[in-house]
């Protein structure tokens, strides 16, 4: 099947830095990528939409100024956290959308995801 | 209310037992998705269904979804320690076949 990458799988930042997570379909075009966040004992929440060369589509809720992504190129997209603090300590994980052939519609794919730590 | 519901929310049963896992959506089902993940770690995907009545099995692990009841249920037989962790439905309620609500998850013990 189809292989999303994300990097790093775990990151300690200091509060007030900022924290890159890429995320990277390997085997396949990926025109919309999907970022996650999952707070502990918790389900996955969808934070935004992400589309390659526009603007990403944030849910109800998640400040787009806090959570900067960027889908420049048709295998990666961006999540990065600006000015963290310890609140956003989370679990973030990207999936992305794969054409599974003719007929027998997508599938979305999952990253192993980043575990967020700031200190 | 959740948009999606999975019961139990935890459950331990002893190696050997078969298992239900129950995900109800409170919206139309355009697909359903599940997941299995051990803490701290990405999603594995175990299978998709889409049609009403659909079922698909891989290896003990079966999957049913019925569309009219906009519910799926996952039955593992003959439950293994391998398969411990969190089980987690995915729906696609808006009929885009990507963006994916999540149910609260199912966490699985698998005791000796």
């Known amino acids: 099947g189809a292989v999303v990458s994300q990097h790093p799988s775990r990151v300690i930042c200091k509060s007030g830095t900022s924290v890159k997570i890429e995320c990277r379909s390997l085997?396949?075009?990926?025109?919309?990528m999907f970022w996650y966040r999952q707070f502990p004992k918790k389900s996955l929440m969808l934070m935004a939409t992400?589309?390659?060369?526009?603007?990403?589509?944030?849910e109800q809720g998640v400040e787009k100024d806090k959570f900067l992504i960027n889908h420049a190129s048709l295998t990666l997209s961006t999540l990065t956290v600006t000015s963290a603090h310890p609140e956003d300590s989370s679990f973030y994980i990207c999936?992305?959308?794969?054409?599974?052939?003719?007929?027998?519609?997508?599938?979305?794919?999952f990253g192993q995801g980043t575990r967020l730590t700031v200190v | 209310s959740q948009e999606l519901e999975q019961s139990p929310q935890s459950l331990i049963v002893q190696e050997g037992k078969n298992l239900t896992i129950n995900c109800t959506s409170s919206?139309?089902?355009?697909?359903l998705y599940w997941y299995k993940q051990k803490y701290g770690e990405g999603l594995i995907f175990l299978m998709m269904?889409?049609?009403?009545?659909e079922e698909k099995s891989h290896e003990k692990i079966t999957a049913k979804l019925d569309e009219k009841k906009q519910q799926s249920s996952l039955h593992i037989t003959a439950s293994q320690p391998s398969h411990a962790g969190i089980y987690l439905c995915?729906?696609?309620?808006?009929?885009?076949?990507?963006?994916?609500?999540f149910g609260t998850g199912t966490r699985l013990q698998v005791t000796l």
């Open positions: 269904l889409q049609k009403g009545g």
């Open positions: 919206k139309t089902l355009y697909g």
């Open positions: 999936s992305a959308r794969a054409l599974l052939g003719r007929g027998h519609g997508t599938e979305a794919f």
């Open positions: 992400s589309n390659e060369g526009s603007k990403a589509t944030y």
């Open positions: 085997d396949f075009q990926a025109t919309t």
């Open positions: 995915g729906a696609d309620t808006a009929g885009t076949a990507s963006k994916l609500t």
